[in-house]
């Protein structure tokens, strides 16, 4: 599903370059749920950035789904994104204005899809995350975990391949974060998409079943590779 070949990715600022990025090479099959962990500076933002598609290598390919998205074009890349890829922040970057089941049905809307099969799809989104009672509560009346757990549903109405979440229990109290983790546990489990998650916790890793440890722009260690 995922392929990546000696990757690289560097920063030139002036007469300096940052090797973010020092020759990634690294599979992840369909449906698997990895960890990716590693000190500030790593460069794992670098990487997800790389696998949804909103940056291009220095060198290296990279192939998501079939599509070279080291050679692929700008538009390629947009259609990338909006088809295949769904991305969770660490501050959940909800639209205020709107309540939950607005927020989770935007996607498809923007898409083209109908209201009436949107909001449908979105329904059924907003009950795999457990909040069909919360519906119609606006952000600011919602909890962080129920927050993250909305943009969760958001991330994955329109049913992309690959689900990124870059730190999503970073801003969240041990109970929120717990529920959350418990829900990437489940579309993990559930085999929804392929799962990468960024994350400093010990126990969001633990969830995944597979943890790739990051050094100064490298791979160090891969739980399946050592298996
Ligand atoms: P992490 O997400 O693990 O904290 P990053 O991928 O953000 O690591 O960063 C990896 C390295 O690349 C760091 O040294 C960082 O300073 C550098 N870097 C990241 N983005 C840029 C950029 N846009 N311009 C210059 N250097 C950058």
Do not use: W
């Not at 309540?99 to 109908?114: A, H, I, K, M, T």
Request: net charge neutral.
């Amino acid at each position: 599903m995922i392929s990546l070949k000696n990757v690289t990715r560097e920063y030139t600022s002036g007469q300096r370059t940052v090797h973010a990025l020092g020759g990634v090479s690294v599979g992840i099959a369909q449906h698997e749920f990895v960890a990716i962990s590693g000190p500030s500076g790593c460069g794992k933002s670098t990487l997800i950035h790389l696998l949804a598609g909103l940056d291009h290598p220095t060198s290296g390919e990279i192939f998501v789904d079939g599509l070279a998205l080291h050679s692929a074009d700008d538009a390629a890349l947009t259609q990338f994104r909006r088809r295949q890829v769904g991305l969770v922040f660490q501050f959940f970057n909800l639209l205020p204005t709107m309540n939950v089941r607005e927020n989770v049905s935007l996607p498809l809307l923007l898409q083209g899809v109908s209201l009436a099969e949107s909001e449908k799809r979105a329904a059924d989104l907003i009950g795999l995350v457990g909040l069909t009672e919360r519906a119609d509560h606006f952000v600011h009346q919602l909890s962080g975990g129920e927050q993250q757990r909305t943009a969760i549903a958001r991330a994955l109405v329109h049913r992309p391949a690959l689900l990124i979440a870059d730190e999503p229990t970073g801003n969240l109290d041990s109970h929120s974060a717990a529920s959350v983790m418990e829900l990437l546990e489940r579309i993990g489990a559930e085999a929804l998409t392929t799962l990468i998650v960024v994350t400093h916790s010990a126990e969001v890793a633990r969830a995944a079943s597979r943890r790739i440890e990051m050094r100064d722009g490298k791979i160090v260690r891969d739980s399946r590779s050592a298996s």
